[in-house]
């Protein structure tokens, strides 16, 4: 027989198992309980919503108009976004067709390796990337008086989003069944047909999925977007102008607010949105990839 | 004389589809019992209910009584104690990525035998009665999955013994494996009947013919007829179905 | 008669070829910027790269000198948060894959994790500053950000061990609860002993992620300066507050004027090519792994 205190430390042991399974979810309750937290005295206390989400106007530390209006960060946050995934989306998903498509052994796994490698670059060194060599660059090309702007933004943003964008594609092409492929060139069909005709519509679930993924990465950044995107708080015009986003306000002036003021507790508020916006956006993610597999 | 099993209105359902109704058998001590019937018929499932494997399905239920050397095996409260009472051989041969001598002592280790000299014995025995010890004797520390289909199905075999069982199941154990192999391993069972209660689930009707004194006929979840082999393999057993199988009219 | 090659013929090989170009330089396009980033940022670095640079305690307000108390803090919160995050991250992992049942509870964790993951890096900052620092009253320090830090990683740590233990074949198990082995002996002795290195490489990915982290250590522990003795490795205390590459690379590019370009360019090459490397050995090691399996 077993001795007793084996089977009384396996019952222990499995006890912790199941405790740190639980463990996500009270991870993900304590963040929201603890950035609500922080953030609550003032938003049940004087917060003005409508203000919040209406007005451009950020005056966090005047000393006679104090203003917390985050259209203009909304906007930021919005527009590097959106312009980070007009580039990334075609050329993640293209990167993605062509490596599970036209690629094959030793090719496919060089270039997912430098995806991956792609991915792994610090986000504080894409932020330097953007403000040493874009910065000069975009002054130069577009002659800007200032070259850290929504451009700049964007395209650093596009380069960190691709890599997610590209192996969740590439899954999503993955799981669709070898024998459409085969169903669609017997019938003479190009490559070209293949892809636009047959893939597309098949994985478009997945990679859905991919691009939902890729705006949440890009929503919730935060050192490339603050280096790289100026710090002009105001609704863009072009993407020459500077912004700045939700991510890059709360990491700029969080060092400055004191502790427990309106200002800090504005900033949580932030936080409670951002954590909102992109939950949204990974169940959605989460939702379309489930559709997939459902079928 | 007391049953090896005995099982009384089992019926056993995965979610919505049916894959045993209402089977009533009695499996006696010490002899090879015979389970024929094509595919689906739940032969498998009426094996993982003996050893509660079934239990690790999420979506399946259980009606009846099955009673194991005289228990019912859902008052068992140490799941573990059943299942070493019975052995297990699945269909296709599971070599544990474990040298062969863990592999045969991977059972007994985890049982508490700790006591090495012990665990050499047991190894040595089971690795005998399944037919396999003087192929591996010299390489014991070898890894068991880099065995062949056939040596590996011995090992199993053996594994399914080192825990010294009183009822050893076997579940279709030639589907991978080559004639010879398969004859070789029919002269184990016939070797190991003295000692273990044997029950062979298997497809091909010729088999249980060769080995086993008592045959029972699934079909479609359903008991069709039991008793002795050589009734059900005569000109007249108790169902027409029966005749029709064992001379592969269909199945 | 010959089968010559018709119009139409013609014209789908040449799609053909203009496809399998187009995605590849959709592919290429992701490839260019890594080689290029790496390249450029080691040509800038290049006069000031040398052993002394790692070594040295930066000088005149940071705008001479070396990085030292800066690596050693990097050193300092990846090891700890990873020494936190690691066991719970993998007990998570193993009651998913091992204990959990397929049930609204499970789908909870799952989504759980799928979110923890997504949550931007500033507002685990928030959490971390909320719950560590204020909260649990740990203060700005070295412990703080590195909690912060784990429970960023747990969910990238919960998924990569998840992942190698489900490449564990289900008969291995089955084969052992057969043989009366109880769940806990058949994870300790059959699963985790032939699924660890898949753990080991993914675990090993998370301390290039953590190294390159800067939102979340920000406000937690990270401070701009901090002087400590050189040339001892046991500098820092639990509760002291520390210097990290990453944070020293936003300082000295952002906050500090008149910084010799070489020093944040040195900087940046030394974080990208700490993480590059940790990503690469660990894509080394899973190439390894996979060509000595055991089945």
Excluded at chain 1, 12 to 24: M, Q, Y
Excluded at chain 1, 256 to 275: K, M, N, R, T, W
Excluded at chain 2, 184 to 194: D, T, W
Aim: hydrophobic share 50%; aromatic share 8%; proline share 5%.
């Amino acid at each position: 027989m077993r001795p007793r205190w084996e089977t009384a430390l396996e019952w222990a042991i499995e006890w912790i198992i199941r405790l740190c399974g639980v463990s996500a979810i009270l991870f993900v309750l304590g963040i929201f309980f603890f950035v609500f937290r922080e953030g609550s005295g003032y938003l049940f206390h004087g917060f003005n919503p409508v203000q919040f989400f209406t007005s451009i106007e950020w005056y966090p530390t005047s000393q006679s108009n104090v203003r917390y209006g985050v259209l203009a960060l909304i906007a930021g946050t919005a527009s590097v976004t959106l312009l980070a995934m007009a580039i990334a989306v075609p050329f993640g998903l293209g990167a993605a067709i062509f490596i599970s498509e036209f690629c094959t052994g030793k090719w496919r796994e060089s270039i997912k390796v430098v995806i991956e490698l792609l991915a792994a670059i610090p986000s504080v060194v894409w932020g330097f990337i953007g403000l040493t060599v874009m910065n000069p660059l975009i002054i130069k090309i577009f002659n800007a008086p200032i070259g850290l702007n929504v451009l700049n933004g964007g395209i650093i943003l596009a380069l960190m989003s691709v890599p997610i964008i590209v192996s969740i594609g590439e899954d999503a092409l993955k799981a669709v069944p070898d024998s459409y492929r085969e169903a669609a060139l017997a019938l003479g069909a190009t490559r070209w047909q293949l892809v636009y005709r047959v893939l597309l519509p098949a994985a478009k679930n997945g990679l859905l999925a991919a691009v939902l993924l890729g705006v949440g990465r890009a929503v919730g950044e935060t050192m490339a977007v603050l280096m790289a995107t100026g710090h002009a708080i105001k609704i863009p015009t072009s993407p020459l102008d500077s912004v700045r986003t939700l991510t890059a306000t709360i990491a700029a002036e969080l060092g400055e607010a004191p502790v427990h003021s309106q200002h800090y507790q504005v900033l949580f508020i932030i936080g409670i949105l951002l954590f909102i916006i992109t939950f949204a956006v990974n169940l959605l993610a989460d939702l379309a990839v489930k559709g997939i597999k459902g079928k | 004389m007391q049953k090896a099993v005995e099982i009384r209105d089992l019926t056993v359902r995965y979610g919505a589809t049916t894959a045993l109704k209402g089977v009533s058998l009695d499996i006696p001590r010490h002899e090879i019992f015979g389970i024929i019937g094509p595919a689906q018929s739940g032969k498998s499932t009426l094996l993982k209910v003996i050893n509660r494997t079934l239990e690790m399905k999420p979506d399946a239920t259980l009606e009846g009584q099955v009673l194991v050397e005289g228990k019912n095996i859902h008052q068992i409260k140490d799941v573990t104690q059943l299942r070493r009472l019975v052995g297990m051989v699945a269909p296709l041969p599971v070599g544990l990525p474990l040298s062969i001598y863990e592999n045969v002592a991977f059972a007994p280790r985890k049982a508490g035998l700790r006591d090495r000299a012990k665990l050499d014995q047991r190894v040595e025995k089971c690795l005998r009665q399944a037919a396999l010890w003087d192929e591996v004797k010299d390489r014991l520390d070898s890894l068991g999955t880099k065995l062949s289909g056939g040596q590996q199905q011995r090992l199993t075999i053996a594994r399914a013994l080192s825990h010294e069982p009183r009822i050893l199941c076997l579940d279709e154990f030639s589907i991978a494996i080559d004639p010879v192999t398969t004859m070789r391993i029919e002269e184990v069972l016939k070797e190991l009947r003295s000692q273990v209660t044997i029950i062979l689930v298997t497809n091909l009707v010729q088999q249980a013919r060769r080995l086993a004194s008592q045959t029972a006929f699934l079909l479609n979840g359903e008991l069709v007829e039991f008793g002795p082999t050589d009734q059900l393999f005569s000109e007249q057993p108790a169902s027409r179905k029966t005749y029709e199988y064992v001379r592969g009219i269909f199945g | 008669m010959t089968f010559g090659e018709t119009k139409l013929g013609r014209k789908k090989r040449r799609n053909e070829a203009i496809a399998k170009v187009v995605f590849l330089g959709m592919a290429l396009s992701m490839i260019l910027p890594l080689v290029l980033i790496v390249g450029y940022l080691f040509h800038q670095a290049w006069p000031i790269l040398s052993l002394d640079f790692l070594t040295a305690m930066p000088r005149r307000g940071m705008r001479d000198g070396g990085i030292w108390p800066a690596l050693l803090g990097t050193f300092y919160l990846v090891t700890i948060s990873l020494v936190i995050a690691t066991p719970i991250g993998v007990a998570a992992a193993i009651y998913l894959n091992e204990y959990s049942r397929d049930n609204w509870f499970t789908r909870l964790i799952h989504l759980a994790v799928v979110n923890l993951a997504g949550v931007p890096s500033i507002v685990h900052a928030l959490f971390g500053l909320g719950a560590f620092v204020m909260f649990a009253h740990l203060g700005r320090s070295i412990l703080a950000a590195s909690l912060t830090l784990a429970i960023m990683t747990l969910p990238v740590i919960i998924a990569s061990t998840k992942e190698a233990l489900a490449s564990v074949p289900m008969a291995f198990r089955e084969a052992c609860w057969s043989v009366g082995a109880t769940r806990w002996q058949t994870i300790r002795g059959i699963v985790l002993p032939n699924s660890i290195s898949g753990i080991l490489t993914g675990i090993i990915l998370q301390v290039s992620r953590a190294a390159g982290e800067t939102a979340p250590i920000m406000f937690t522990g990270a401070v701009f300066y901090k002087a400590i003795p050189e040339g001892r490795l046991f500098a820092y205390g639990l509760f002291d507050q520390c210097m990290a590459l990453s944070m020293h690379l936003f300082t000295i590019s952002t906050q500090v004027p008149e910084v010799p370009p070489a020093l944040p360019f040195g900087t940046a090459v030394v974080l990208v090519m700490t993480v590059l490397l940790v990503n690469a050995a660990s894509i080394a090691l899973r190439a390894w792994l996979r060509s000595r399996k055991k089945w």
